[in-house]
């Protein structure tokens, strides 16, 4: 089957699932509807334990230019925050561009971040990524501002969260950084984009051993009912654009711990693409479309969805049982639905 059949076969499947979804809601189940309500007020009015609402955050990713496209992104992410009251935000990299900040006084902290997320419901926590064009000048910048800012968060240039969803429930989200890991895989004499700006403290050969075995710890370790993994670089991708090997040879990487650990979700930007991809039972969610522009894409044979005509986000929520994730646009838009239950099978 060729990729476009196999992405309108995709499609089918997902609308099949949605219809079945909303005919179950039938005036028949009413009444037995109603009745379960009840008994849950009951026990609530019984035992008024802690009531656990789901966990709401955002992701946003390739934003950092200051373009009236970030700013149009940015207030539609503050109308969703403010509706869901999200917890945080979640970024994908490319923070700044086009070259990262060279330290604290950089003007672009204020230009390209502070000046456009301005509104009340975003000053909450950013949980930060590290991309392609941050590494370009100073990452040990971008880990210090998290100690002068209310709400940027870099504590290393990867790290684990262990967030508490209900009673023992909690989700992992492990944010990688992925120019860091590719010093491990990068040949000798092989070029990669950027390379003359990279510091190698950060993406050399040692730094990638030292990510890499640290990766594969956490997600041994990890207990979380949901894992998502977060690194810019996509691991397969929709957009049509020069990759190096060095990319190409994450995914080889990566992938098997993937499989083999239960890594439900991989998010990622650089590709200026919204999509959803699957391979092997891991959820690709692709949304380097903060406020750049767009790239050339195409769907591959893994490809779910995909647009490549509107800049946006994606809002999260959480419960133990299901994740929904919604690509939005810079007007609100739902542009793509994912749901995932925790049967571990894809709606
Ligand atoms: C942040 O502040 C803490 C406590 O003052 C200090 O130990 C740490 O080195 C600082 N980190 C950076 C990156 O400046
Ligand atoms: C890398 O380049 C150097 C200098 O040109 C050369 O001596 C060496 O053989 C090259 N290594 C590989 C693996 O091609
Ligand atoms: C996509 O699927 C087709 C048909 O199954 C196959 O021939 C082709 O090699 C696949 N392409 C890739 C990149 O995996």
């Given at each position: 089957?060729?990729?476009?059949?196999?992405?309108?076969?995709?499609?089918?499947?997902?609308?099949?699932?949605?219809?079945?979804?909303?005919?179950?809601?039938?005036?028949?189940?009413?009444?037995?509807?109603?009745?379960?309500?009840?008994?849950?007020?009951?026990?609530?009015?019984?035992?008024?334990?802690?009531?656990?609402?789901?966990?709401?955050?955002?992701?946003?990713?390739?934003?950092?230019?200051?373009?009236?496209?970030?700013?149009?992104?940015?207030?539609?992410?503050?109308?969703?925050?403010?509706?869901?009251?999200?917890?945080?935000?979640?970024?994908?990299?490319?923070?700044?561009?086009?070259?990262?900040?060279?330290?604290?006084?950089?003007?672009?902290?204020?230009?390209?971040?502070?000046?456009?997320?301005?509104?009340?419901?975003?000053?909450?926590?950013?949980?930060?990524?590290?991309?392609?064009?941050?590494?370009?000048?100073?990452?040990?910048?971008?880990?210090?501002?998290?100690?002068?800012?209310?709400?940027?968060?870099?504590?290393?240039?990867?790290y684990i969260m262990n967030?508490?969803?209900?009673?023992?429930?909690?989700?992992d989200?492990i944010?990688?950084?992925?120019?860091?890991?590719?010093?491990?895989?990068?040949?000798?004499?092989?070029?990669?984009?950027?390379?003359?700006?990279?510091?190698?403290?950060?993406?050399?050969?040692?730094?990638?051993?030292?990510?890499?075995?640290?990766?594969?710890?956490v997600?041994?370790?990890?207990?979380?009912?949901?894992?998502?993994?977060?690194?810019?670089?996509?691991?397969?991708?929709?957009?049509?654009?020069?990759?190096?090997?060095?990319?190409?040879?994450?995914?080889?990487?990566?992938?098997?711990?993937?499989?083999?650990?239960?890594?439900?979700?991989?998010?990622?930007?650089?590709?200026?693409?919204?999509?959803?991809?699957?391979?092997?039972?891991?959820?690709?969610?692709?949304?380097?479309?903060?406020?750049?522009?767009?790239?050339?894409?195409?769907?591959?044979?893994?490809?779910?969805?995909?647009?490549?005509?509107?800049?946006?986000?994606?809002?999260?929520?959480?419960?133990?049982?299901?994740?929904?994730?919604?690509?939005?646009?810079?007007?609100?838009?739902?542009?793509?639905?994912?749901?995932?239950?925790?049967?571990?099978?894809?709606?």
């Open positions: 089957m060729g990729p476009v059949a196999r992405l309108r076969r995709l499609q089918r499947q997902l609308t099949l699932k949605v219809q079945f979804q909303q005919n179950r809601f039938h005036a028949a189940l009413l009444l037995p509807l109603l009745a379960i309500i009840s008994l849950c007020v009951a026990w609530g009015l019984l035992y008024s334990g802690p009531v656990h609402k789901p966990l709401y955050f955002l992701s946003v990713g390739d934003y950092g230019t200051g373009s009236v496209e970030q700013r149009a992104v940015g207030n539609q992410m503050a109308e969703a925050a403010e509706k869901h009251g999200a917890e945080f935000v979640l970024t994908v990299g490319d923070n700044f561009y086009p070259r990262g900040i060279k330290d604290l006084n950089d003007p672009l902290i204020k230009s390209n971040f502070e000046d456009i997320y301005v509104e009340k419901s975003l000053q909450i926590p950013w949980y930060i990524t590290l991309g392609d064009h941050d590494h370009r000048e100073s990452v040990a910048a971008q880990i210090a501002y998290s100690n002068v800012s209310k709400r940027w968060q870099l504590p290393s240039p990867y967030i508490p969803l209900s009673g023992i429930h909690t989700l989200i944010v990688t950084d992925s120019v860091g890991l590719e010093g491990l895989l990068v040949k000798e004499n092989e070029t990669r984009r950027f390379e003359n700006d990279y510091d190698m403290t950060y993406a050399g050969l040692e730094a990638g051993r030292r990510q890499f075995e640290w990766l594969t710890e997600l041994a370790n990890s207990k979380a009912d949901w894992r998502i993994v977060v690194g810019h670089r996509p691991l397969q991708s929709c957009a049509d654009r020069k990759r190096f090997p060095v990319e190409e040879r994450l995914r080889d990487l990566l992938l098997p711990l993937f499989v083999e650990y239960g890594v439900h979700v991989y998010m990622h930007g650089h590709d200026h693409v919204g999509q959803h991809l699957l391979d092997k039972g891991v959820v690709y969610v692709g949304n380097g479309v903060g406020g750049f522009g767009v790239h050339p894409a195409r769907a591959t044979n893994n490809t779910v969805w995909f647009r490549n005509d509107y800049m946006g986000f994606i809002t999260h929520k959480v419960t133990p049982s299901l994740m929904e994730f919604k690509y939005k646009n810079h007007k609100g838009v739902t542009m793509h639905k994912i749901i995932l239950k925790q049967d571990y099978s894809e709606m």
